[in-house]
């Protein structure tokens, strides 16, 4: 209806000279560049940090060193890649970081999935402030403190040490994403269970959790970027063979040598998995960045 | 009546569920509702227990911890000493940590501000369809989740006076080359620059759930009395929008008062002590120092200093809320 008193309406004034329309075909044309040229002003800082580490990462040294830059390497190679690998132990780091963020990762799931259906269903909205206070704490006040313990323990320079100072992280985002998730599910089917007589732990073990799995998905792959891309913690507390990615990138590519074409190629080791993971999740990031911060 | 919510969120009756549990708790189950309910909540709770049990050991124990040292002259190594409130009025005294705390207060405003306006101004514009906008989306977006530090050794080669392509960027548009983070005047802006590069997306994302969530009557009637686009926006688009731009403040405000990683990778806190804030002197006094008590006692005025930023940003949206 609206569509034909509309296409009335400019039909109407038959006098309408040629050249109005097309000025204001024209003025639609500018507007659509306008608009094109702010998506491109918006994107393009994004997309071109990117492409500089890759550039730079498959330069030779002398194509590094010059001035002016080149964009577009001449010879593209991969020397770079192998021997970050090769005279870094970058093999050992990335390692080091698999072992600490998947242990770290899979001890939130255990105790945080749940935590999060009890913290659901009893309603305990209370705990998700200590989450928002958690997350307001700066990373190096947990630190300090648990340094002191583990030099005391002994276990300074160690691996478990890590996987420990990790939980800071992964178990809270875990714990409010699964308890947000529960929350959601319908309860039907679990008072269904429970008039069968099955006890909570059934219940949530055979009804809750099967129905939870993309929750759980998100919330394993956001607490294993979250502490993959943690740097402090590695930092300060581990040794040299215990070191995870962002530490030794740091420690040992900044102060043992100072070439750029390896130092671009660990930073892309390092930053790509985590790059790749957010494919899968990039409706649910949000929630996991502003965790603590969206109810309340 | 509690035990009741526990079992239903909104407390409402429920028709065919509710009889059915009704009728099963009359006549099958044999506890009474109560008592069925308490055990219930009862082994709910030993569900929680184990996370309560690690968030006391990781999370709530270094609070406790970090405030009994703070009473504590402590290094590392030797014997402590108590020494009362010594570490906090030293803290007043102490020019570099008051220092520390400008510097940090600049760097939050810079990093708070910018994104909040360019996060806003791209989420207006990923608010609208257009060809590719998925996949633009998410190429903007892949900073957010990028390493720190991995950002941060592309970025200081990028700052580098003599070779770096931000200088050769400028020259291009004939502008006279920059010594970014080597300048003491110029460093905190150019950490801001990355700051703002890094975590604009986060924010965009937060202003774009806003708009989704926009009703389309107002716009229709306004466009109907002849509004421009400017007037729709400042009048109806920006009130709407208003409690998800104070929430993105408040991530934001709480984050980039923490801000570590690439303070610490690109500048060390330099030129001199031009970028130290409180979180790189902290790390300092505890990491390079190990000076346990002075840096617990930083710990706690730096907690204080981000509960009161977040609480002030958090009145400010209920506020928001209520005049909206």
């Known amino acids: 209806m609206a569509t034909v008193a509309s296409g009335a309406v400019t039909r109407i004034p038959p006098a309408t000279p040629r050249r109005a329309t097309r000025r204001a075909r024209l003025r639609r044309w500018l507007r659509k560049i306008a608009f094109g040229f702010a998506v491109a002003v918006i994107v393009s800082p994004a997309i071109l940090v990117f492409l500089w580490m890759l550039s730079l990462s498959i330069k030779n040294e002398l194509d590094n060193s010059t001035y002016p830059p080149i964009f577009i390497p001449s010879a593209p190679t991969l020397a770079n890649y192998v021997q970050v690998f090769a005279d870094n132990s970058m093999g050992l780091y990335f390692l080091n970081s698999l072992i600490v963020s998947g242990c770290a990762t899979l001890i939130a799931l255990a105790v945080g999935i749940p935590a999060g259906y009890g913290i659901a269903r009893l309603q305990a909205h209370r705990t998700t402030v200590l989450i928002l206070i958690a997350r307001m704490t700066p990373a190096l006040s947990f630190l300090i403190p648990l340094f002191t313990v583990f030099q005391f323990l002994g276990l300074n320079n160690t691996l478990t040490a890590l996987v420990i100072t990790h939980l800071v992280i992964t178990v809270p985002i875990v714990v409010y994403i699964l308890a947000g998730y529960f929350e959601t599910l319908p309860r039907e089917l679990e ?106 | 009546m509690r035990e009741r919510d526990a079992f239903h969120a909104d407390g409402r009756l429920r028709g065919p569920a509710n009889t059915v549990t ?31 049990v690690v968030v006391a050991a990781v999370i709530v124990f270094p609070w406790l911890f970090t405030v009994y040292m703070s009473a504590f002259d402590w290094k590392i190594g030797s014997v402590a000493h108590f020494v009362g409130l010594d570490n906090y009025t030293g803290l007043l005294t102490n020019q ?77 548009v004939h502008l006279p080359p920059s010594l970014w983070v080597y300048s003491p005047t110029l460093v905190i802006p150019s950490l801001v620059m990355v700051e703002v590069w890094h975590w604009t997306p986060l924010v965009m994302l937060i202003v774009l759930g806003g708009l989704a969530s926009l009703p389309t009557e107002p716009y229709e009637s306004a466009r109907l009395d002849g509004a421009t686009e400017w007037q729709l926006f400042r009048h109806i688009t920006l009130p709407l929008i208003a409690p998800f731009l104070v929430l993105a403040a408040v991530i934001r405000t709480i984050d980039a008062v923490k801000a570590f990683d690439t303070i610490y990778v690109i500048s060390q806190g330099g030129p001199g002590t031009a970028s130290e804030t409180i979180n790189l002197y902290l790390y300092l006094q505890a990491f390079a120092f190990y000076n346990v008590g002075n840096a617990s006692a930083v710990v706690v005025v730096f907690f204080a200093i981000i509960l009161s930023l977040a609480l002030l940003l958090l009145h400010v949206r209920q506020r928001a809320k209520w005049t909206a």
């Open chain 1, 191 to 296: 008072e269904a269970a429970l008039i069968d007589g099955g006890s909570v732990w059934t219940t949530f073990r055979y009804v809750a959790l099967p129905l939870a799995r993309p929750g759980i998905i998100v919330g394993t792959i956001l607490a294993f970027i979250f502490s993959w891309n943690n740097f402090v913690f590695g930092a300060v507390l581990a040794g040299r063979a215990t070191r995870t990615l962002p530490a030794a990138v740091y420690n040992v590519l900044t102060f043992e040598q100072l070439a750029w074409g390896p130092l671009a190629a660990a930073a892309i080791v390092v930053t790509l998995p985590v790059l790749l993971l957010t494919i899968f999740i990039q409706k649910e990031i949000v929630a996991g960045l502003t965790a603590g911060g969206i109810k309340s």
């Open chain 2, 22 to 52: 009704a009728y099963a708790m009359s006549s099958i189950a044999a506890p009474t509702p109560a008592r069925f309910f308490a055990r219930r909540r009862r082994s709910l709770r030993i569900l929680t227990l184990p996370a309560l």
């Open chain 2, 96 to 172: 570099r940590f008051l220092e520390a705390i400008v510097h940090t207060f600049y760097f939050t405003a810079l990093a708070v501000i910018v994104p909040l306006l360019a996060g806003t101004a791209a989420a207006l514009v990923f608010h609208r369809e257009f060809r590719g906008r998925g996949v633009l989306r998410a190429i903007f977006t892949m900073p957010m989740m990028a390493t720190p530090v991995a950002v941060a050794l592309v970025w200081t080669m990028m700052f580098h006076p003599q070779q770096g392509v931000l200088n050769y960027l400028l020259s291009l």
